[in-house]
């Protein structure tokens, strides 16, 4: 579906630019820490969060296009229905996995929102914002592949 792949592109995109700049902040971390010997104490707590930022949301993008571990060994020799029905199984699983990981994850966000992350002065429920958003997606994107398996279609 089309939406879908905007929607994955933009992630791939956001997730790269994250990325970049992770690799930027721990190229300036090293040289403050070894350089200068004054090494910038807020770069490690913005490390994290970016790691979390560039991490999540392409692992579920990873679930949409089927680039994550998967071993299909045994599946592969099953009837075809079967094969049809395990898909249905797993998809349905990982909808409820999304829809646990938002909901529970929310209420991290909630309940850590008044305090601040230590030296970035920004709301702890940051850290947590990634899950919430990685378990939408892995909802709208199994949402997707739900549809193409009642469609008796597949998208890879």
Same mark, same amino acid.
């Given at each position: ?5 905007? !929607? *994955?592109?933009?992630?791939?995109? +956001? ?5 970049? =700049? %992770?690799?930027? /902040? ?44 998967? !071993? *299909?060994?045994?599946?592969?020799? +099953? ?5 049809? =029905? %395990?898909?249905? /199984? ?67």
């Amino acid at each position: 579906m089309v939406i879908f792949d905007w !929607i *994955t592109k933009i992630i791939i995109a +956001l997730a790269s630019l994250a990325l970049i =700049f %992770l690799i930027i /902040l721990m190229g300036y971390q090293v040289w403050g820490r070894y350089i200068l010997n004054d090494s910038p104490t807020w770069a490690e707590n913005l490390a994290l969060l970016l790691v979390l930022v560039v991490v999540l949301p392409v692992s579920a993008v990873g679930l949409r296009e089927n680039f994550h571990l998967g !071993i *299909t060994f045994f599946v592969d020799f +099953l009837s075809p229905r079967v094969r049809r =029905f %395990l898909d249905f /199984l797993t998809t349905t699983s990982l909808f409820m996995v999304g829809a646990l990981m938002s909901w529970y994850s929310f209420s991290l966000v909630i309940g850590t929102w008044g305090r601040k992350i230590p030296l970035l002065g920004i709301p702890q429920g940051m850290r947590y914002l990634p899950l919430v958003i990685c378990g939408a997606l892995i909802m709208i994107f199994m949402i997707e592949k739900i549809i193409l398996l009642s469609r008796n279609e597949e998208k890879n």
